[in-house]
């Protein structure tokens, strides 16, 4: 997730600091010396905004001398079938638009506002358009492709037919208002006093969640169908259940739901996950700034929960509020808004929505082929800022395995094991929120701890685990409590603080498992106050320096881990590792930032989306940058990976002190390429196929977010006019959108 707009100027989200003041132990071989050095670092995206917005970027960092040796832990294995990259890569560009190699065409398919219903007439694009809970939401994110047939009913092999199931992460307000968001007098700071329209509300809080809509060929071409019944969005404000062990828990209790069952919306969807029964998990990821809490709150509370709200990042003080992201809660008493007020108001939790905090922060499970079915909240694979959710190959009689990680600096890798073992013939079954309720409610949870040789294990969390159930910083009730505090659990069982665990992807061969780690501003070689401390498994810290002025230091261009369950079992609590990919800037130091030998066609910044494609194998790495962008705008690169262990061991010398790290091959220019780069001030994230691989969808998240309120009059001034300027739709105000990639000979995308 990239810079957010947000309405409060005293608001700092708590997802872009550091919430974990864990004191989880560090690897022994690390780093004492600092590092002074130049490379190319930027500053985050989004330039200045109306008075009351601030700009937020997120920063990240990089590592010296290697020596190559033979890696002890992992032998190389077999290596899959091999696919070679057959296009001519992108140049990095600052282009405003959509950039594919020759021989392929990008088309804008679905952007923001786009109607979802028989009526609804089309998007004006000048901050006039209303009910967007029957349009497109806002800044696209996470995708999922799922086929159907002629007939209407699932097909897993269509390629002709289909739903997306798109995540709307979070809003670029400045362009979904005449002028901007306001409040009732600008000259007084936001408050719930001095509050925000409801009708501006109303138009952002339907701008998130997600939304199902059908694509259908025509002539060849798919578009959306505008009038489907299988059309269908869910908002912030959707009534959803609470399922497994957190529901009914009383800290999930408010005046909406007295008996702690139900919640009302889902928010800041990121990454996906689609499930072997044919259903749609999407990420509830940067939640927690969207609660506003009160002054003085913190003393109402028990020691228990302030612990919680802490680790959650929603601490208050007797004088100081913590803010939220767009004042929603100024916008009248009606319990729409009301409830995002987190506040001890009433006399117990069936009073107001003191525990409304805790019915976010999940994977969520929608069935895109039944619009008005029951919408699950999975509490048992935990609450914590989710990105993806990729399944391990489902083979029968053995548990399903779904491996996540926490998108916030020095956060965890997590894997959730069902407790059943894999029916084939629930793949199809036909009531899939039932088989859901099989696979997602019961089982164990673990997070993973990366030890400095290229061995890991998986921890479990679950108040059976003594160490859990006797951690001396929060005293867990029961296993409801574990779920929704599943932070504090992993931090009790020693967890690993890794550098933003983004999305991940499963190799459709190997079965190895690739998390994306987007960067880590707090890394440091010799970390003071709650810094962190490199290790092997996140061992680059460097200054880095940007259009020569802007200094950032800690893992600034982020990096690929992949890992593999021993003997490639679901339910194993070993595991190996190896670092496949260091994003870098090419040129820069090879000996501790560009450690993969990236150059002018294949370097990258950042990696957010990775997923792998079933048709190819190829693994498409996303990047949602703050570092590379006064050089070239957000991107995807292709990359053919081998094998974990197929590398050596780095050793990274900081002076007196080094570390080593097991890593991957350096990629031939062949295995790695730049094929898309995006529009202006944007994140380039999501990614979906037919199932043929000739038809590729992925989105385009918030172009053009530096554009302020007061230059809305003048489109000149906009810092990006994407996708009107490539064609699309009225207006020139920029908006996030669904572009669909093919080649122009018919062949399978990439290949």
């Given at each position: 997730m990239n810079a957010r707009v947000d309405i409060s100027s005293e608001f700092v989200d708590p997802d872009d600091l550091d919430n974990n003041r864990s004191a989880n132990p560090h690897f022994e071989n690390v780093l004492a010396a600092g590092l002074q050095r130049r490379s190319v670092l930027r500053g985050g995206v989004g330039g200045a905004m109306a008075a009351m917005f601030a700009p937020l970027a997120l920063t990240a960092c990089g590592g010296d001398d290697d020596v190559v040796t033979a890696n002890p832990v992992t032998p190389p294995v077999a290596a899959p079938v091999e696919i070679l990259l057959g296009f001519t890569a992108v140049a990095r560009t600052l282009a405003d638009t959509s950039t594919v190699p020759g021989g392929y065409t990008a088309t804008t398919i679905f952007a923001t506002g786009d109607p979802l219903a028989a009526g609804v007439p089309a998007y004006k694009n000048d901050g006039t358009d209303t009910n967007y809970a029957q349009r497109s939401g806002d800044c696209h994110d996470g995708m999922e492709y799922f086929g159907l047939s002629a007939t209407g009913t699932r097909n897993d092999t269509s390629n002709d037919r289909a739903l997306l199931g798109i995540n709307h992460e979070y809003i670029t307000p400045v362009v979904l208002h005449v002028a901007g968001p306001t409040r009732a007098d600008p000259a007084l700071p936001l408050s719930l006093a001095n509050g925000r329209p409801a009708s501006q509300v109303d138009i952002e809080i339907d701008c998130h969640g997600v939304a199902i809509v059908e694509i259908a060929k025509t002539a060849g071409k798919f578009a959306t169908v505008q009038a489907s019944t299988f059309n269908r969005r869910i908002t912030g404000d959707t009534p959803i259940e609470i399922s497994g062990p957190a529901?009914?828990?009383?800290?999930?209790?408010?005046?909406?739901?007295?008996?702690?069952?139900?919640?009302?919306?889902?928010?800041?969807?990121?990454?996906?996950?689609?499930?072997?029964?044919?259903?749609?998990?999407?990420?509830?990821?940067?939640?927690?700034?969207?609660?506003?809490?009160?002054?003085?709150?913190?003393?109402?509370?028990?020691?228990?929960?302030?612990?919680?709200?802490?680790?959650?990042?929603r601490n208050v003080t007797a004088t100081a509020n913590a803010n939220s992201r767009y004042g929603w809660e100024t916008a009248g008493t009606d319990d729409r808004y009301a409830h995002w007020n987190i506040g001890v108001l009433g006399a117990t939790a069936a009073d107001d929505y003191r525990y409304e905090h805790n019915g976010q922060g999940y994977m969520t499970e929608i069935d895109p082929y039944s619009p008005t079915s029951t919408i699950n909240k999975r509490t048992a694979l935990g609450r914590f800022a989710h990105e993806s959710a990729a399944f391990g190959k489902a083979v029968v009689g053995k548990p399903l395995a779904v491996y996540m990680g926490c998108d916030s600096q020095n956060e965890y890798i997590y894997k959730w094991v069902s407790a059943a073992s894999w029916s084939a013939a629930d793949g199809a079954a036909a009531d899939r929120m039932a088989v859901g309720d099989k696979y997602l409610d019961n089982g164990k949870l673990y997070a993973a701890v990366f030890n400095d040789d290229g061995t890991g294990e998986w921890r479990e969390l679950s108040i059976g685990n003594p160490v859990v159930a006797s951690y001396a910083n929060y005293a867990f009730a029961d296993a409801g409590d574990v779920a929704i505090n599943a932070r504090l659990a992993a931090d009790a069982v020693g967890a690993t603080k890794m550098d933003r665990p983004e999305?991940?992807?499963?190799?459709?061969?190997?079965?190895?498992?690739?998390?994306?780690?987007?960067?880590?501003?707090?890394?440091?070689v010799a970390p003071t106050g709650t810094q962190t401390r490199v290790n092997a498994s996140n061992p680059r810290a460097y200054s880095d320096v940007r259009s020569g002025t802007v200094v950032q230091s800690g893992n600034v261009h982020g990096h690929i881990?992949?890992?593999?369950?021993?003997?490639?079992?679901?339910?194993?609590?070993?595991?190996?590792?190896?670092?496949?990919?260091?994003?870098?800037?090419?040129?820069?130091?090879?000996?501790?930032?560009?450690?993969?030998?990236?150059?002018?066609?294949?370097d990258f910044s950042s990696p957010d989306g990775l997923v792998f494609s079933q048709s190819t194998g190829i693994c498409w790495v996303q990047t949602d940058d703050g570092a590379y962008t006064d050089v070239t705008n957000c991107m995807m690169v292709a990359a053919m990976p081998g094998t974990l262990g197929d590398g050596g061991v780095k050793t990274l010398n900081y002076g007196s002190v080094s570390v080593q790290t097991p890593v991957g091959k350096v990629p031939e220019g062949s295995k790695l390429k730049r094929f898309f780069v995006g529009p202006y001030d944007c994140e380039v994230t999501g990614m979906c196929e037919?199932?043929?691989?000739?038809?590729?969808?992925i989105n385009v998240q918030h172009p053009g977010d530096g554009t302020a309120a007061a230059d809305l009059a003048d489109a000149s001034k906009y810092t990006s006019q994407w996708p009107s300027n490539v064609g699309y739709g009225a207006g020139k105000r920029p908006r996030s959108a669904t572009v669909m990639i093919t080649k122009n000979d018919n062949g399978r995308v990439g290949s």
């Open positions: 529901r009914g828990n009383p800290l999930l209790v408010t005046k909406f739901s007295p008996d702690g069952t139900r919640t009302r919306g889902t928010i800041n969807n990121c990454g996906t996950g689609k499930t072997p029964w044919g259903t749609l998990l999407t990420g509830e990821e940067n939640w927690s700034g969207y609660y506003f809490r009160p002054a003085g709150d913190q003393a109402l509370r028990p020691a228990k929960e302030n612990t919680s709200f802490a680790r959650y990042g999305w991940c992807g499963v190799h459709p061969t190997t079965g190895e498992v690739y998390f994306a780690l987007t960067n880590n501003s707090s890394r440091r881990l992949r890992m593999k369950d021993a003997g490639g079992e679901p339910g194993a609590t070993t595991f190996t590792w190896d670092i496949y990919l260091f994003g870098a800037e090419a040129g820069s130091d090879p000996t501790l930032v560009n450690l993969s030998g990236l150059s002018n066609d294949n037919t199932p043929d691989g000739k038809v590729m969808f």
